[in-house]
């Protein structure tokens, strides 16, 4: 018999510690909810709202496994977003 009593003579230990009740273990184990993503909104200066006051955007709406997303295209600035949309 190995050093636990287990009766499996030469497994390693670690095998025969956590053999039993893996299952269980995953089936208890909970997700812990995430930390909402904050939103921070911060003053454009004057150079760039000039340097930038002819910008083309256009905007589609694209679907990814039936899931919408508002898709947005800003010509100039080299920019692309995705927003999910809700239902």
Do not use: C, W
């Not at 003053?43 to 899931?67: C, H, Q, R, S, W």
């Amino acid at each position: 018999e190995g050093p636990t009593g287990s009766g499996y003579v030469g497994a390693p230990i670690s095998t025969r510690i956590h053999e039993h009740d893996l299952a269980g273990i995953r089936g208890k184990t909970t997700r812990d909810k995430p930390e909402p993503v904050v939103t921070e909104y911060v003053a454009v200066p004057k150079e760039i709202i000039d340097l930038n006051k002819y910008v083309d955007d256009t905007a589609n709406v694209m679907f990814a496994n039936g899931v919408p997303f508002l898709v947005t295209a800003s010509q100039g600035l080299n920019l692309t977003t995705a927003e999910y949309l809700k239902k």
